[in-house]
């Protein structure tokens, strides 16, 4: 006896025994991947208005972005104060369309 049947009394209805009950359950699987796919196309739509690709030039300054990490000590602070951007550094050469390698000090 499975799990689910001895805690309800019954079977569990899996998703091959919804497809043979009819078309009526035909229409909710596609009413529900029609909702889905809506919430998918809108969430997009609100990113794609925010996101964009920044591209800068040999020899400009810009600010490392860096992920502090919980409870790590860097840069001579701990936590929620920790930077989160550090520079500025200069840019050595351009790798990929918005990747590039910045001139780091040795420490």
């Known amino acids: ?11 569990c209805r899996s998703p091959i025994v919804w497809f043979e009950v009819g078309h009526e359950s035909m229409e909710k699987g596609r009413l529900i991947r029609d909702s889905l796919r809506t919430a998918q ?5 609100y990113v ?10 040999v020899h400009h300054w810009i600010y490392l972005k860096i992920s502090p990490m919980k409870g790590v000590m860097r ?5 929620k104060l920790s930077p ?3 520079g500025p550094y200069q840019i ?3 790798v990929g369309k918005v990747a590039y390698e910045l001139n780091l000090p040795n420490d």
């Open 41 to 45: 196309s809108l969430k997009k739509s």
């Open 48 to 57: 794609d208005v925010r996101r964009r690709d920044v591209e800068f030039d």
């Open 92 to 94: 050595f050469r351009r």
């Open 1 to 11: 006896m499975a799990l689910f049947e001895a805690l309800y009394g019954r079977r």
């Open 84 to 86: 989160h951007c550090i």
């Open 75 to 79: 840069f001579g602070n701990k936590g």
